[in-house]
């Protein structure tokens, strides 16, 4: 029987290690750059949703400023009219934000003068507790 | 070098496909040359075993570059992008491990510890198989 050699095992564990790690570190890289490029909201965190920071009384002014500026495309329900229904959704903070920064051209238009960031993460916190 | 201009979705989706098939090449032939261990063939068959999962791995740092550019650099993420990640990051770990492991024992290759590794590669594409399903439904996929 051919002796067992530690040497693949090593460097099996050193090339998963270095191409995840790797991984890891293009992706910072990635997002600083994104970071400096962008025109969307500044980058405080990948998620500008701290689930620490919802509070009801965050969800109760999301849901205002969603009554305010969203419902009357997306339904006071916020089951869909004239937009679509925005419960359940598989979008990230980051994407909602934009969208309601930046609107989507032809569809919807931007808020970037009515909201700043606090509303949009108020508006954010809202729309997760649409299930 | 104008990095926006560089086509990274078309990237992303040509590199993807080296590991969904190369890592299912690669199982089949190791496979195959565990159980016709003393046969003619088998030599055939760890070779291109080899060269299969090399190229499976190759191919995957390319899909796991142009995919972080892609997710600005997102490493997880919510949705379908989450669940890709899911099974993205562990089936990657593997498929580099696997290449490694497989180039660095060639010369010592038993007729058990090739089966054994054709068993972690089958998981390794089972994983690959399930990103690239997340994959296919954040494109195709209800919004």
């Known amino acids: ?131 | 070098m104008n990095f926006a201009a560089i086509p990274w979705a078309k990237l992303h989706g040509a590199a993807t496909h080296f590991p969904i098939v190369l890592s299912v090449v690669a199982f089949a032939c190791d496979a195959l040359a565990a159980w016709r261990w003393s046969r003619p063939e088998a030599h055939g068959l760890r070779q291109a075993g080899l060269g299969a999962i090399v190229l499976a791995a190759a191919g995957g740092v390319g899909a796991v570059v142009s995919g972080l550019v892609l997710a600005r650099g997102e490493l997880w993420g919510d949705g379908a992008l989450g669940r890709h990640h899911r099974f993205v990051w562990p089936a990657f770990a593997l498929v580099t491990g696997a290449a490694a492991w497989r180039w660095a024992a060639a010369g010592q290759l038993t007729r058990g510890r090739l089966a054994a590794y054709a068993v972690t590669v089958l998981a390794t594409a089972g994983l690959i198989a399930a990103s690239a399903y997340y994959g296919g439904e954040m494109l195709l996929g209800q919004p």
Not at chain 1, 54 to 71: D, R, W
Not at chain 1, 104 to 121: L, Q, W, Y
């Open chain 1, 1 to 131: 029987m051919t002796p067992w050699k530690p040497a693949p095992l090593i460097a099996a564990l050193l090339a998963s290690s270095l191409s995840t790690l790797g991984a890891a570190g293009l992706a910072h890289v990635i997002r600083a750059r994104a970071a400096r490029v962008s025109h969307a909201l500044p980058a405080a965190g990948r998620q500008l949703l701290d689930p620490a920071q919802v509070t009801p009384a965050l969800i109760k002014q999301g849901s205002e400023l969603f009554l305010n500026s969203c419902a009357h495309c997306h339904g006071a329900d916020a089951r869909g009219d004239e937009g679509p229904d925005l419960h359940d959704l598989e979008v990230s903070d980051r994407r909602i934000a934009t969208v309601i920064t930046h609107g989507i051209e032809g569809e919807m238009p931007s808020f970037a003068k009515k909201h700043g960031r606090e509303d949009i993460v108020a508006i954010i916190a809202y729309l997760r507790t649409l299930k």
